[in-house]
């Protein structure tokens, strides 16, 4: 086994064909077969099932293929090291969040100080953002709820509280606050199951033993805007992510705080990635731990 033969199986596995792998390594795709052949035949091992263009990973593949990520990350950053000392940052980061609000902040921020840094983000709510981060698909993780991990490292950055909003001609859209008890009955557009501003909302409404109605779930946040906006329900939102706008309005609940805690997250192993540490350390720069 060598170097070449794993950076053609781990490029094979990642893009998901020898093609796409041949065109991504500059090589003809008869050198990729028969690399990857070689390295088959070498260990006895079969690591991809064949269909036509595309192939598959068998169960030996897939536990080679996580080990082969950690390989090019760390490969990734050695280069990040010495471009470092040599006063370059720079590389590719792939930054995981559960919004777009706090990611788009720290990257202008990042971007403005090493413009050579290429960033990648992947969207989704806090239970797929951390899997990202675990199956190394992402580098850090803009993150809320989470269940502690002792692979992972978490570093405060932001608190928020979350309001109720309304749509126009509501009885409380000209309102600035409302009690919880007053939400019992009211019909809510949530989002799916696994967002941390629902699992907040969800959690003081059972303290308080209040009851609300879920008219619809709903996968994304863009959706349940849309779905407050046309008077299907009311939603729940952090109070830095609502967007202004003339149809809706945010409403305090005065008599419980609740809150959303934001962390920057990145695996232990990783700890001495510089590309990591810049990020993390302009993250801090640029958060928050008070409440907005």
């Known amino acids: 086994m060598n170097r070449t033969q794993l950076r053609t199986f781990h490029a094979a ?9 041949s065109k991504a390594l500059l090589i003809s795709q008869p050198t990729i077969t028969t690399q990857v052949r070689s390295l088959e035949a070498e260990y006895g091992v079969e690591l991809f099932v064949r269909n036509g263009r595309r192939v ?4 030996v593949g897939e536990d080679l293929y996580e080990i082969t990520k950690r390989i090019m990350l760390h490969e990734a950053e050695a280069k990040q090291f010495l471009q470092a000392h040599a006063g370059n940052l720079a590389g ?24 050579d840094i290429q960033v990648s983000v992947l969207l989704g709510n806090s239970q797929l953002t951390l899997q990202r981060l675990l199956e190394f698909n992402a580098d850090v993780a803009m993150i809320a709820h989470f269940e502690d991990d002792p692979r992972v490292e978490m570093v ?23 009690n919880l008890s007053q939400l019992a009955g009211e019909g809510f557009i949530l989002r799916e199951t696994g967002s941390t501003t629902r699992l907040a909302f969800e959690q003081a409404l059972g303290t308080a033993g209040v009851t609300i109605t879920k008219v619809v779930e709903i996968g994304s946040r863009e959706a349940v ?14 109070d830095f992510e609502f967007v202004p706008h003339p149809r809706l309005r945010t409403v305090a609940i005065s008599d419980v705080e609740i809150t959303t805690n934001y962390h920057i997250a990145y695996l232990k192993e990783r700890r001495d990635s510089r590309l990591i540490q810049t990020l993390v350390r302009i993250a801090q720069g640029v958060g928050n731990t008070e409440l907005s």
Do not use: N
């Open 56 to 59: 598959q990973l068998t169960p």
């Open 92 to 115: 590719h980061l792939r930054l995981a969040a559960v919004g777009p609000f706090h990611a788009t902040d720290v990257l202008v921020a990042l971007k403005t100080q090493f413009p």
């Open 13 to 21: 596995a990642e893009l998901g064909g020898f093609t796409a792998a």
């Open 225 to 238: 805007w849309k779905a407050v906006e046309q008077g299907l329900g009311i939603g729940v939102v952090a």
């Open 156 to 178: 405060p950055f932001s608190r928020h509280r979350v309001v109720v909003f309304v749509y126009e001609g509501h009885p409380w859209f000209g309102r600035k606050s409302v």
